[in-house]
């Protein structure tokens, strides 16, 4: 689950269904975006609510336009399922994390791959960015190691 920037609603995702928009006041259902080919495991919306990012089993991260209910882009580079998303506070990347033991770093408009961060034993089951954004924290890999990376050269802090 997600909630949107403004509150006003939150994403649901599930085991083989679509990623539904949901109103917070009713519960009604806004629209639903179809396209991973098992579940859904992590949701992001972008800063400015105008993007939903969700993350799946198939390994691959889509940016949905909230607009027109259609996949903005596909990222495609995880081996192994997608569990985790982050935005960066301005909006300008996305964070993943996945199976593989590898968080991956996008552009958000593009979709280009910025760079990878790799050094976990294990599946990479969260990502977050630091307020300033300069930052980003990834956390799993046996034993619930916790690396911390500078997002502008990708070295190890």
Do not use: I, K, N, Q
Request: one cysteine or more.
């Amino acid at each position: 689950m997600a909630f949107s920037p403004d509150g006003s609603t939150f994403a649901v995702g599930a085991w083989g269904r679509p990623v539904r928009l949901r109103r917070v006041d009713d519960g009604g259902e806004v629209r639903t975006f179809s396209g991973h080919s098992s579940r859904t495991l992590a949701l992001a919306f972008s800063p400015d609510g105008r993007t939903l990012a969700s993350a799946g089993a198939d390994g691959r991260v889509r940016l949905w336009d909230l607009g027109r209910e259609v996949a903005r882009r596909e990222l495609v580079g995880h081996e192994g399922e997608a569990l985790a998303l982050a935005y960066s506070p301005d909006g300008r990347l996305l964070a993943s994390a996945g199976a593989d033991g590898v968080a991956r770093l996008w552009e958000a408009d593009t979709g280009r791959l910025v760079r990878t961060f790799a050094g976990y034993g294990g599946p990479v089951l969260s990502v977050s960015f630091r307020r300033e954004g300069t930052t980003l924290a990834c956390g799993g890999g046996f034993g619930g190691a916790v690396m911390l990376w500078d997002v502008e050269t990708g070295a190890e802090l």
